[in-house]
């Protein structure tokens, strides 16, 4: 059986749980009519669902993580019987042929007979692990599902036992999410150590030339690469900059006249619109970009005596900027109608315009949750690739001319880890030091988005 199957199976049977124990439930509610249930009949029901899904799903989860390491350690005992002891780079070359091989995506004309034994014991191995796999659980599921039926009484706390393992759960949804982005960090911060201890630190971050190129030879030129990350730096903020400088204006200006001025109707309307720009993939920004602003941006400048290059920050920015629209519209509109109609009316009852009450009381009272909507506009627009790519280029120009290519610090990780990597080269281990330096730069903007937050929410609260 395979472990789609398996697990739909599975499912199907913790349902079926569910349906017995409710109506086990009901049936002994009515033959004890002088007592009553602690607990509602779906929280017994519930409690046996979780008994029949929850130890045969543990199980499985196991099995399919350790299943491969086992079968391959199992199944190349047939390759080094052959081939005798082999070092580890061997290993892992042979254990990397046998995955392949399994998955047929092996394209080698002439295979290796020691390792065709070895995938076809592996295949052998397999088919009777899945077999073995599906009984144990199944038996699993159906020994939970009895003995949790058969504890359905009067008495049996369901609701408590059903909460503490929603609760249970969510901690561990929770702890992983925690490790996950501990995780994410050390290994970041593990690569960049490796690369500054063959880059110097103060040359990445206050170098003026990006050019991490690295020669086959060390008799080439430019084989020891350029790694100063400021042109890279400055192109992501002169790009992130101009993006800001037309959502920020543009998604205020319209969550104000969405919740402030307009009428019930034109919101209904205006609204859903302005957030289909926020479900426009990239690619297509990056389209209309490359294949429009660009174009009409390079057309007008010549038409005016100005030199603009045919990727330029500006087409980047202006398209960007269109791009997070939404971000501040949809945030700041919902946090502007939060704020209680109170304010409002003690403020025009004190004889102040309605301009005057928004500018007054209105959007101080807000502050906090549109600092939060522009703090993340600002982190999606750093963290932009595709538009940069078709429509600033690739160039690391260390300029503030937005008529110029630029590039930014994501387009440059991406670029370093295409295609086929050595990861011992300083060219590579630069993207993890670019990821480190864009990670500092959002903690920056994420604790001094909290202070603005916490200083005015303990004023207006």
């Not at 009450?357 to 009272?365: C, E, G, M």
Request: glycine residues 6%; charged residues 10%; hydrophobic residues 55%.
């Amino acid at each position: 059986m395979s472990p789609t199957l398996l697990i739909a199976v599975l499912l199907a049977l913790s349902s079926l749980a569910y349906w017995f124990g409710r109506n086990r439930a009901f049936a002994v509610a009515k033959k004890t009519a002088a007592m009553r249930l602690h607990s509602r009949p779906g929280y017994h029901g519930m409690l046996v669902a979780l008994w029949c899904l929850i130890p045969a799903l543990l199980i499985f989860c196991c099995w399919q993580f350790f299943a491969d390491n086992l079968l391959v350690s199992h199944a190349m005992q047939s390759v080094t019987a052959v081939r005798g002891e082999l070092s580890p780079s061997e290993m892992s070359l042979a254990t990397n042929d046998l995955r392949n091989l399994v998955s047929g995506n092996y394209f080698n004309r002439e295979i290796d007979p020691a390792l065709q034994a070895a995938a076809d014991r592996y295949t052998g191995m397999r088919q009777i692990a899945n077999t073995a796999l599906a009984v144990t659980v199944l038996s699993v599921a159906i020994l939970g599902f009895i003995w949790a039926y058969s504890r359905i009484n009067p008495g049996l706390r369901a609701r408590n036992k059903v909460e503490k393992a929603v609760e249970i759960s969510l901690t561990i949804c929770s702890t992983i999410a925690v490790f996950t982005t501990i995780g994410i960090v050390f290994s970041v911060i593990f690569e960049s150590i490796r690369f500054f201890q063959q880059v110097p630190f103060f040359d990445f971050l206050f170098g003026l030339n990006w050019s991490p190129q690295m020669a086959i030879r060390a008799d080439q030129a430019g084989s020891s690469g350029s790694f100063g990350a400021l042109p890279v730096l400055a192109g992501t903020f002169l790009i992130s900059a101009i993006a800001m400088a037309i959502a920020v204006p543009f998604g205020l200006l319209s969550a104000i006249y969405l919740s402030e001025y307009s009428g019930p109707r034109f919101r209904r309307i205006a609204k859903p619109m302005l957030e289909i720009l926020a479900g426009v993939p990239t690619v297509v920004y990056g389209f209309f970009a490359a294949l429009v602003v660009a174009p009409a941006i390079r057309g007008f400048g010549a038409s005016i005596g100005l030199s603009v290059a045919s990727e330029s920050a500006l087409a980047a920015g202006l398209v960007m900027g269109v791009m997070i629209i939404p971000f501040v519209s949809s945030l700041s509109d919902d946090i502007i109608n939060a704020v209680p109609q109170t304010l409002r009316d003690g403020s025009l009852a004190l004889g102040a315009t309605q301009s005057e009450t928004i500018k007054n009381v209105v959007i101080p009272a807000a502050l906090p949750g549109i600092v939060g909507s522009i703090l993340l506009a600002v982190s999606r627009a750093i963290g932009e690739t595709m538009i940069v790519v078709m429509a600033a280029g690739l160039a690391a120009n260390l300029t503030l001319n937005p008529l110029q290519a630029v590039t930014t610090v994501t387009v440059q990780i991406v670029t370093l880890l295409v295609g086929d990597q050595e990861f011992d080269s300083p060219k590579t281990l630069a993207a993890f030091a670019l990821g480190l330096l864009l990670f500092v730069v959002t903690l920056a903007l994420n604790v001094i988005a909290l202070y603005v937050v916490r200083k005015y929410r303990e004023e207006y609260e």
